[in-house]
């Protein structure tokens, strides 16, 4: 009964052993399988799983301004004590922009020392004078500002009011009242520049983000040149007096143009009335009231306007600076230099009107120029083959632009399309050449309006395999260290597994042949 028991005991954990045994099978049969896959794909997925997901950050931000300044100041600004300076003579050259209408018929006249009109939408600046000329802005330097405080700063952000914000701003500036200490939002501080122009709100956002007035002075001057302004210089964020404080009509278009791209600039200088709330400084809440007659009067008010900004000094005079919209459409208008106030608001409502209805823009189809593009690589093709040259072109790229504009009496009798190949010129003697055609729309009355380029490249028979060698390299997939990496940890992991079962496999073995050599015991 014992042996009998015993038996009974070793079978039982036989079975187990035998069960235990088949899963190890299954284990190594099923790591085999791995092992045998493209390393490539665990690779990928490694990769893929350790990919870090991308986050957008906020980049916005908003203001406000006290209601005392807002009555003393409507939508000027009072300037420091300085002497009028002619700046518009500059020892540097100036470029000259291109407009699409110089001698625009029936134009409005406009009161000012320079003015341009520009479409946002296709980049096309439309008519204007001494647009390019350097000018002092007053305080629509405070565009820029803002601009670079929605690209840089949260609405929701705190700014801790020290005294570099207000101490050099001149007494006869407008201010909102800040003091050392004061706790005010991003949101607060937008608010007040472009409601009440407060200078001391402006400071608090430029000081946060270039830490002094040269930095953040710089930190304008690069994004203007980002933009493509060729002729600004600012010196400091608020358009204080200098004659060194200069930019121009075209380079202010450009810049309200962006401004205009984020939804808060005109939702803000739109609003009629803000109150900021109190603050660890100021127990009263302050009440702010937009100073821009666009919006704060009827008799200049503009349907269309979206938001821009005024500005006054003795030095600049009277300066505007603003965005209107129209069936999707944008145009930008600015005026420095006015002699009164009021003028620049009934010149800019002119300049837009007669935009809007002398002007025509629409947008671009590419696949209209696809069968001409065919057949200008074919023109080059043949001019190739006639002149006996061992080239071939190698590429071909069509570069459209999205919007055209263009003068609605030439638009409204329609276009055709156009590449101009009048003066290519192919040399033989070159390992490659790149060449460029103007693409533009011909209207019925013989104008041409330049809508994109086409670029072909053309190589020798060695330049041409090197390119195709290179393009197919470029296209190969890529094994980064990485990924390299995860195929040999995958593949070192499996080989460990696999010997670990092995291992065990065969000491189950060893253990079940040393059972079957054992005497079996004896029946009482």
Request: aromatic residues 6%; charged residues 20%.
């Amino acid at each position: 009964m014992i042996s009998i028991q015993s038996h009974s005991k070793q079978t039982g954990r036989s079975g187990k052993i035998s069960r235990f045994l088949l899963k190890v099978k299954h284990i190594v049969s099923i790591l085999l399988v791995c092992a045998v896959l493209s390393s490539n794909g665990f690779a990928s997925i490694v990769s893929a799983a350790s990919e870090p997901e991308s986050t957008a950050s906020e980049s916005s931000s908003e203001t406000t301004a006290s209601a005392a300044a807002a009555e003393s100041v409507t939508d000027t600004e009072p300037s420091a004590d300085t002497p009028a300076v002619d700046t518009a003579v500059t020892d540097t050259v100036q470029l000259q922009t291109a407009l699409l209408d110089p001698q625009a018929e029936d134009a409005p006249v406009i009161d000012g020392k320079a003015y341009v009109l520009y479409d946002a939408q296709s980049g096309v600046f439309l008519l204007g004078s001494n647009q390019d000329t350097p000018l002092p802005p007053a305080s629509i330097t405070k565009v820029m500002t803002i601009l670079l405080a929605f690209e840089n700063l949260k609405m929701t952000d705190t700014i801790t009011v020290t005294r570099d914000m207000y101490e050099s701003i001149p007494n006869d500036y407008v201010r909102l009242g800040l003091v050392e200490g004061e706790v005010i939002t991003v949101e607060d501080a937008i608010y007040a520049c472009l409601l009440i122009s407060a200078n001391d709100a402006c400071m608090s956002l430029a000081i946060s983000m270039g830490g002094t007035i040269e930095g953040f002075s710089q930190m304008m001057n690069d994004r203007a040149v980002e933009l493509g302004c060729n002729q600004t210089h600012f010196t400091n964020p608020y358009g204080y007096a200098d004659e060194n404080h200069l930019t121009t009509a075209h380079d202010m278009a450009l810049i309200m143009a962006e401004a205009l791209k984020n939804e808060m600039y005109t939702k803000i200088s739109t609003t009629a009335n803000y109150t900021m709330a109190a603050t660890n400084k100021n127990s009263e809440p302050r009440g702010l009231t937009n100073g821009n007659r666009f919006v704060s009067t009827t008799t200049y008010a503009y349907e269309n306007y979206i938001g821009g900004k005024t500005g006054f000094t003795d030095m600049s005079a009277y300066t505007i600076v603003a965005g209107a919209r129209e069936n999707g459409r944008t145009l930008i208008g600015v005026v420095l230099g006015a002699s009164y106030s009021q003028i620049r608001y009934s010149d800019l409502i002119s300049l837009f009107t007669y935009g809007f209805e002398k002007y025509s823009t629409t947008s671009v189809d590419p696949s209209e120029y696809a069968e001409i593009q065919k057949q200008t690589i074919d023109q080059v093709t043949t001019g190739i083959a006639a002149a006996g040259y061992v080239l071939e072109i190698t590429d071909a790229t069509l570069s459209i632009d999205p919007f055209c504009t263009t003068k609605a009496a030439t638009a409204v009798n329609g276009y055709s399309t156009g590449i101009d190949i009048s003066q290519a010129v192919i040399q033989g003697n070159l390992s490659t050449q790149v060449l460029t055609f103007p693409v533009f729309r011909q209207y019925a009355d013989s104008s041409k309006n330049q809508v994109g380029t086409l670029t072909i490249t053309i190589c020798d028979q060695k330049s041409a395999e090197t390119a195709a060698e290179a393009a197919a390299a470029a296209n190969e997939p890529k094994t980064s260290i990485g990924a390299i990496l995860a195929r040999a940890g995958i593949v070192l992991l499996l080989v460990m597994i696999l010997a670990f079962c092995i291992i065990i496999y065969v000491m189950l073995q060893k253990e079940k042949k040393r059972r079957k050599n054992r005497r079996k015991p004896r029946v009482l």
